[in-house]
T-cell receptor
């Protein structure tokens, strides 16, 4: 079974440019999450999809970030225009959705996309 | 809001020795999960071990075990018989116990180096 994949692995862009990150979750996983780790700091939650719907986007830093999940499959995270403080590693994770008994399924992480804004 | 604190940015241990990584958290909730994830160099983050807060018994996974102290809000990870492959960044994480998927709140991580 293929794991969570992310593309690109590394992106270097100039301030003001646009970048789109892609995440392909594990097949059949309804939950998809985006996280970000700024150098030396904790990994922070950005948003959570359940299928194609945004369940929680409380972690999105501002309206320069736009996330979509087409047809409940892969997801994209667009940053437009990019700023210096957007640099960091962007992680995607996915999990199955088992709500009975409040069971939380394991989140499987992708390798991350390292974004550098110059 | 929940917070997770890892007070040890870096640690080292000799191969075959035992090491304990500390984690404390703060929450007003009573039902939640706690996790330890590891991220080896240039590799994906993987789950090491998880603990449900309603369970009194400490979770174990082979050489990995936790010391969960709910009243103290402490969740330390013990690695026994350390191996070179255990070298990684270790993240402590928290999530609430609700249905429908749950976001993780992470600590800042502990870089563990296992030495010969």
């Amino acid at each position: 079974e293929a794991g969570v994949t992310q593309f690109p692995s590394h992106s270097v862009i100039e301030k003001g440019q646009t970048v789109t990150l892609r995440c392909d979750p594990i097949s059949g996983h309804d939950n998809l999450y985006w996280y970000r780790r700024v150098m030396g700091k904790e990994i922070k939650f950005l948003l959570h999809f359940v299928k194609e719907s945004k369940q929680d986007e409380s972690g999105m830093p501002n309206n320069r970030f736009l996330a979509e999940r087409t047809g409940g499959t892969y997801s994209t995270l667009k940053v437009q225009p990019a700023e210096l403080e957007d640099s960091g590693v962007y992680f995607c994770a996915s999990s199955q959705d088992r709500t009975s008994g409040g069971y939380t399924d394991t989140q499987y992480f992708g390798p991350g996309t390292r974004l550098t804004v110059l | 809001a929940q917070t997770v604190t890892q007070s040890q940015p870096e640690m080292s241990v000799q191969e075959a020795e035992t090491v304990t990584l500390s984690c404390t958290y703060d929450t007003s909730e009573s039902n939640y999960y706690l996790f330890w994830y590891k991220q080896p160099p240039s590799r994906q983050m993987i789950l090491v071990i998880r603990q449900e807060a309603y369970k009194q018994q400490n979770a174990t996974e082979n050489r990995f075990s936790v010391n969960f102290q709910k009243a103290a809000k402490s969740f330390s990870l013990k690695i026994s018989d350390s191996q070179l492959g255990d070298t990684a960044m270790y993240f402590c994480a928290f999530s609430l116990l609700t249905g429908g998927g749950n976001k993780l709140t992470f600590g800042t991580g502990t870089q563990l180096k296992v030495e010969l």
